[in-house]
């Protein structure tokens, strides 16, 4: 779930006359039409903004909206987060590294929780502080930093970004949410907003997880937000609310809501700063009224009345409200597809012996696709009518590391990890090269690591789990006489594909199996 960003708060005050030019510049820019969702044509745009909207969404008058902005401001003014982003923001005085400070956190913060970013925020801005440093750095530096974030796409992004603006814009970031989504790669509609509104004071709303949660709420929308119409409608509530005085601190406050107090399961509505507008709410105290009336009085609350047919922005007449869920009733979850399941299998191959210290194997994934240039143990995936997936392991190993003995591969168990878009499942085994000559080169695309230094590359998450397993199991170590349960025949469980494919293959096979 998208988090809250920095806020720019007095830092805009210490600009120089030159920079204000700028600010001025994208101020003047945000009086225009903002830019179309991603991804929708504008012949379905324009048929969608076509669609009456039911008053009972929207809000009154200017007078409410100034009471939204007002209340919102102040709570965030009194109870906003102290977070490294926002510190930066408000005291970084050149625009352009203020811009490159508030993207790499809206970059990182997305899908990922505050906590987990603070460290890799700070330890990223101490490494490269400007724009021009990152253009510098190499994707192996970036992703070594990465390892762990996950979608590992993001910072092969941002680095891409950063070296397009120094190296076609003149190291100046672009001002406005509309330039900033054109001319950088991976800016979406949402992050160039918000590096618009905080970075250059753009009146540009924004949209994440957070904001659709209390605009839903607020404005008692229950169909699906993902929805082409929905999705429309909440932008345009976002941009009608952003405050065009403090359009950043606006955006964040709105975000800040949503992430600790208008949550998704629990929300704590007695602390909310604009209760007073939600109609989510307001609906949940008419219903208590009503139920404590003898005998039970008719809610006396504004409803929608669209004046033909099922309005499209209420909750589906097929899943009416649920008065045990209260204001969670909104936004109702969009159904999604599962992840597609898959399944590998993957070798710790190891030199125990190996001049300074006990060395695994590693090789480089491709330069592009899931998990682009990141390293990870010698894999092959696994198909239903493929070969045994020992032999095709095995085979896989002396691609990378020559002939190896005639020594058991020992099947340790198997990782689970889920992508946003696949379930892998990697049967993992491990291969020590007990009495062989240690090897101190690897063709190009492997490499020979220390554990010390398989910690610090850039490698995935998952691989990490597969070197604890690995470690796990070996001799000498409290685990290492145990053995996983998916690893022994008579105690795998079968209720995957990926374990009914393996039924057969879970025998140790040497290398004169092939």
């Known amino acids: ?40 044509a504008g012949q379905q745009e324009e048929e969608v903004s076509q669609t009456p909207i039911s008053p009972y969404h929207l809000f009154r008058d200017k007078a409410e909206v100034i009471a939204f902005r007002r209340s919102l401001l102040s709570w965030y003014d009194r109870e906003k987060r102290d977070l490294p982003w926002r510190r930066r923001a408000e005291d970084e005085v050149d625009l352009d590294t203020r811009a490159y400070a508030v993207w790499v956190s809206e970059v990182m913060l997305q899908q990922t929780q505050v906590a987990t970013v603070i460290n890799y925020y700070t330890r990223w801005m101490q490494k490269w502080p400007t724009l021009q440093d990152l253009a510098r750095a190499s994707l192996e530096e970036v992703n070594q930093l990465w390892a762990g974030l996950g979608y590992y796409a993001r910072g092969r992004r941002l680095q891409e970004g950063a070296q397009k603006v120094v190296e076609e814009l003149g190291g100046h970031m672009p001002c406005t949410a509309e330039t900033l989504q054109k001319l950088l790669p991976g800016v979406g509609r949402y992050t160039a907003g918000a590096i618009a509104s905080i970075a250059f004071g753009q009146a540009a709303g ?36 952003v405050d065009p005085a403090r359009p950043g601190d606006f955006n964040q406050a709105a975000m800040e809501l949503g992430a600790t107090v208008c949550t998704p399961q629990h929300p704590l509505c007695s602390s909310c700063p604009v209760q007073s507008l939600c109609r989510a709410h307001q ?67 190891e030199q125990p012996r190996a001049p300074g210290g006990a060395r695994v194997l590693l090789v480089q994934r491709p330069s592009s696709g899931l998990l682009a240039g990141l390293w990870e143990f010698p894999t092959v995936t696994l198909e239903p009518s493929g070969q045994h997936p020992s032999k095709a392991l095995l085979q896989e190993l002396q691609n990378w590391a020559g002939p190896l003995p005639a020594t058991q591969l020992q099947h340790l168990g198997e990782v689970v990890h889920t992508f946003s878009h696949i379930k892998l499942t990697y049967q993992v085994y491990g291969l020590a090269l007990e009495g062989q000559t240690p090897v101190t080169t690897a063709p ?71």
């Open 444 to 514: 190009p695309g492997a490499r020979w690591l220390t554990r010390e230094e398989f910690h610090t590359a850039a490698v995935s998450t998952a691989m990490k789990k597969v070197f604890r397993m690995y470690e796990a199991y070996q001799p000498g170590t409290c685990r290492g006489s145990k053995r996983s349960q998916v690893s022994t025949p008579s105690g795998r469980k079968k209720s995957s594909r990926g374990q009914q494919v393996l039924d057969n293959y879970f025998q140790p096979v040497s290398s004169a199996a092939q």
């Open 206 to 241: 924004v949209v994440d997880g957070n904001i659709v949660r209390v605009l839903c709420r607020v404005r008692a929308i229950g169909a699906d937000p993902s929805s082409t119409l929905v999705s429309q409608q909440l932008w345009s509530l976002a941009q009608q609310l």
């Open 283 to 349: 609906r949940v105290m008419q219903e208590q009224l009503s139920a404590s009336q003898s005998p039970p009085g008719i809610p006396d609350m504004e409803e929608c009345a669209p004046s033909t047919g099922q309005c499209q922005l209420c909750l589906p007449h097929t899943e009416p409200w649920n008065h045990t869920l209260g204001v969670t009733n909104y936004p109702r979850k969009p159904s999604r597809r599962p992840p597609r399941e898959e399944h590998s299998a993957t070798c710790v191959l």
């Open 1 to 40: 779930m998208r988090k809250p960003q920095a806020a720019v708060g007095s830092g805009r005050k210490k600009q120089a006359a030159s920079q204000k030019g700028r600010e001025q510049r994208s101020l003047r820019s945000s009086q225009a039409k903002p830019p179309a969702p991603d991804g929708l």
